[in-house]
T-cell receptor, first 113, second 114 residues
């Protein structure tokens, strides 16, 4: 089955700096890669996703890059703000695998003033 | 976006009792729903895939006789934790895809077994 690894497990940045979170996956059939932000006790919130036919996607301060050859994808947050502090999860799924998501282990992001 | 609800949002029960959690797709039909479990400070782990009108598919290591799943309609899937024990205390979250690969998550159910 799919295995998704995520690094770092914790990340502390100063407000205004950039934050980068990296994930690798094992199943070459995976073709959908979402990123979620989860606040304590809440459901995961989709912040951006990318599909395997695209190498990069950007939405305001958030961007995701995908390297299919190396099987890794990354989340980039620029101009970080205190409200960006949360746990972030990457995930992967394949349409051939029934679209079930395999999650990374999570990154606790703390944006300090 | 599509809306998925869960009920109850939290439940406390005694060890040995059973607890039922409902997951509903409010504005779309879902032939497939997914059930995840999340322990404190850990990631979401897929427990099973709920299939409308047929048996659920369980992930390796998940006891199907302990975690009963029923998906009797296109908008409702239920997860019953039977003979719950303290180690079953967790955050249970369901999700459903609307039309493509994007998943819509329910708000989660916090289960505490005393």
């Amino acid at each position: 089955g799919e295995n998704v690894e995520q690094h770092p497990s914790t990340l502390s940045v100063q407000e205004g700096d950039s934050a980068v979170i990296k994930c690798t996956y094992s199943d070459s059939a995976s073709n959908y890669f979402p990123w979620y932000k989860q606040e304590l006790g809440k459901r995961p919130q989709l912040i951006i996703d990318i599909r395997s036919n695209v190498g990069e996607k950007k939405d305001q301060r958030i961007a995701v890059t995908l390297n299919k050859t190396a099987k890794h994808f990354s989340l980039h947050i620029t101009e970080t703000q205190p409200e960006d502090s949360a746990v972030y999860f990457c995930a992967a799924s394949s349409s051939g695998g029934g679209n079930k998501l395999t999650f990374g282990t999570g990154t606790q992001l703390k944006v300090e003033l | 976006g599509a809306v998925v609800s869960q009920h109850p949002s939290w439940v406390i029960c005694k060890s040995g009792t059973s607890v039922k959690i409902e997951c509903r797709s409010l504005d779309f039909q879902a032939t497939t729903m997914f059930w995840y479990r999340q322990f404190p400070k850990q990631s979401l782990m897929l427990m099973a895939t709920s299939n409308e009108g047929s048996k659920a598919t369980y992930e390796q290591g998940v006891e199907k006789d302990k975690f009963l799943i029923n998906h009797a309609s296109l908008t409702l899937s239920t997860l019953t934790v039977t003979s719950a024990h303290p180690e079953d205390s967790s955050f249970y979250i369901c999700s459903a895809p609307q039309s493509s690969d994007e998943q819509f998550f329910g708000p989660g159910t916090r289960l505490t077994v005393l």
